[in-house]
C-alpha cells in the first residue's frame, strides 16, 4: 500500500483545496492530512476562520482523505513519515524545495502545481464574525 502524506491549515475550504487533496490521494493508496493546530496557526500568527476540531470533521467528511492528525509544529514532518510509514510527501507548489532536505531518505517529495482557477493568495481575507471569533 502507497501512503501519501500532506499538510495544511485547510480553511475556508476550497475547490483548490480538494483537487490538492484529489491528486494527492491519487498518488497513493491511503492519504493522511495533516492539519494545523490553532496553536500552531497562532505561533505562525495565522489565524483560522474554523477552529482545529471543524476542520478536522470537514477533512474527514471527504472521500480522497482517509486520516487526519494535528501538525504542532514545522518539525515534525520527518517524524509523521516514519511513524505512519509514509512513501509520498506531497505539497503545493508554493512550498518548492522547502521540505526536501529535512524528508531527504525518508521518502519521496512531490510538489504538485496549484489549481488554476483558484488562487486565494492575494485576498484570502476573513468574513467578519464566524467561529471561535
Known amino acids: 500500500m502507497k501512503r501519501v502524506i500532506t499538510y495544511g491549515t485547510f480553511d475556508l475550504l476550497h475547490y483548490g483545496h480538494i483537487e490538492l487533496l484529489r491528486r494527492a ?6 492519504l493522511i492530512v495533516a492539519l494545523s493546530t490553532d496553536e500552531f496557526n497562532a505561533a505562525k500568527g495565522k489565524t483560522a476562520y474554523f477552529n482545529y476540531e ?3 470533521e470537514l477533512l474527514e467528511a471527504i472521500r480522497y482523505v482517509d486520516m ?11 517524524r509523521d513519515v516514519v511513524e505512519h510509514d509514509i512513501d509520498l510527501f506531497v505539497m503545493g507548489e508554493d ?17 504538485l502545481p496549484r489549481t488554476p482557477e483558484v488562487d486565494t493568495r492575494p485576498a484570502h481575507g476573513r468574513p467578519a464574525g464566524g467561529a471561535g471569533a
Open 25 to 30: 490521494r491519487a498518488l497513493g493508496d491511503y
Open 54 to 56: 471543524q476542520r478536522k
Open 95 to 111: 512550498w518548492i524545495h522547502t521540505f526536501n532536505d529535512q524528508l531527504e531518505g525518508l521518502c519521496e517529495v512531490v510538489y
Open 68 to 78: 487526519v492528525i494535528p501538525e504542532r509544529t514545522w518539525k515534525q514532518k520527518s
